[in-house]
């Protein structure tokens, strides 16, 4: 519309205004509209909520009505919203962001519901995070064992290509041996033909999470819950060699520290496990 008001002239001798916009279905009141200015009382509230909020960026709409009725403005949150939006001002939180799905033929059944995990390297659980950073982001995998919460393996990247995580589990694996079981969400990257035929070829029972339930994979979410909050929040990376290293020291720790729910370090519980079932 913006558009084709412009394309409307007053200087053609050859077309009336009027049959212009016949033409090009434009009301003719527009061209004669002149927006209502605001008032001067509304652009001193604003100065007010703009200086105010440059102090404390997370009040919101009830807090400015306080604020402002504190200084005399008799004013309601339907106002303030308005002018909120005059500001460009907007509330950001975290929102909902379901998993993308991929193919339907390589989704697998949960079946951890039910069973005992006795020893390491019986299940793995891995999931892909977004890491943000001081300028952009960049995406993490993870494998953590679940019997002793230990990181098994990670790498980031700042794609998500299918040989980026294929390459992280091989190395994991290389590592650490294969485990029984993986267990992951019905992301598109874990529905993929690619890691479905890989983890085949090396007998790992694949098992993923039931649609819209997160907490069947609750140990690696706890986990880059504690690495975000403890680590990543807290020292925000320029570059992607600060947040590796950075990530690194912090799974460093973490192996060392005693685990809530298993009342041994990560290290320790592994390192057990891995006697016990040899000898």
């Not at 652009?43 to 400015?64: A, F, Q, R, Y």
């Not at 604020?67 to 500001?87: A, D, E, Q, T």
């Not at 809530?260 to 040899?278: L, M």
Request: hydrophobic share 35%; charged share 25%.
């Amino acid at each position: 519309m913006k558009q084709r008001i412009e394309m409307v002239s007053t200087r053609t001798q050859k077309l009336s205004i009027h049959k212009q916009c016949d033409l090009l279905s434009v009301p003719r009141s527009t061209l004669y509209y002149e927006p209502v200015p605001e008032k001067p009382e509304n652009v001193k509230m604003m100065n007010i909520m703009d200086k105010h909020l440059l102090i404390h960026p997370t009040e919101g709409v009830e807090s400015m009505v306080d604020l402002l009725k504190s200084l005399g403005y008799w004013v309601g949150p339907k106002l303030i919203r308005r002018l909120f939006g005059l500001m460009g001002w907007q509330t950001i939180y975290r929102k909902k962001n379901l998993t993308k799905q991929g193919l339907k033929e390589f989704i697998k059944p949960y079946l951890l519901r039910n069973m005992e995990i006795t020893h390491a390297d019986q299940v793995w659980c891995t999931d892909i995070t977004y890491i943000p950073m001081a300028k952009g982001f960049m995406h993490m995998i993870a494998f953590i064992d679940v019997y002793s919460r230990k990181i098994m393996g990670w790498s980031i990247s700042n794609s998500m290509s299918k040989q980026w995580f294929i390459a992280a589990l091989k190395e994991a694996i290389a590592v650490n041996g294969n485990p029984k079981i993986i267990n992951s969400d019905q992301g598109s990257q874990f529905t993929s033909a690619m890691w479905t035929h890989y983890q085949e070829s090396q007998s790992i029972l694949i098992l993923m999470d039931c649609k819209g339930r997160a907490t069947d994979i609750t140990w690696i979410e706890r986990f880059r819950k504690t690495l975000k909050y403890d680590c990543i929040y807290l020292n925000p990376c320029d570059n992607g060699f600060e947040l590796c290293e950075g990530v690194q020291n912090h799974i460093a720790y973490y192996h060392q520290k005693k685990h809530q729910t298993t009342g041994q370090s990560p290290n320790k519980r592994y390192d057990e496990s891995i006697k016990n079932q040899a000898a």
